[in-house]
């Protein structure tokens, strides 16, 4: 079974980066279109960005366009989300997983926590 497991959350000021890094176990993490995902309290989970395995192509939501960056790396099942210019309202829990979009989706891992406060 699918292991995923986020890290690189905080604390950060507005304006400020932070740079998430999503590790994946087992093999069948290249070939798939993988996402990241917030869920900010009282709000459902929203896709961020996704990014398919071959090609690399990108897709992110229109909050984020122009200041997070989406990337991964097949041969260590990885995958990162560089954040710039965060806002207050960034702020929530991230989550890795397939893009939804396209399949179903392994089972959540436990998130990592962003916050964005001066």
């Known amino acids: 079974q699918v292991q995923l497991v986020e890290s690189g959350g905080g604390l950060v000021q507005p304006g400020g980066s932070l740079r998430l890094s999503c590790a994946a176990s087992?093999?069948?993490?290249?070939?798939?279109?993988m996402a990241w995902y917030r869920q900010a309290p009282g709000k459902q989970r929203e896709l961020v960005a996704a990014?398919?395995?071959?090609?690399?192509?990108?897709d992110y939501a229109n909050s984020v366009k122009g200041r997070f960056t989406i990337s991964r790396d097949n041969t260590k099942s990885t995958m990162w989300l560089q954040m710039n210019s965060l806002k207050p309202e960034d702020a929530a829990v991230y989550y890795c997983?397939?893009?939804?979009?396209?399949?179903?989706?392994?089972?959540w891992g436990h998130g990592t926590q962003v916050t964005v406060s001066s």
């Open positions: 087992g093999s069948i993490f290249s070939g798939k279109t």
């Open positions: 990014i398919t395995s071959g090609t690399r192509a990108t």
């Open positions: 997983n397939l893009d939804w979009r396209t399949y179903g989706i392994w089972p």
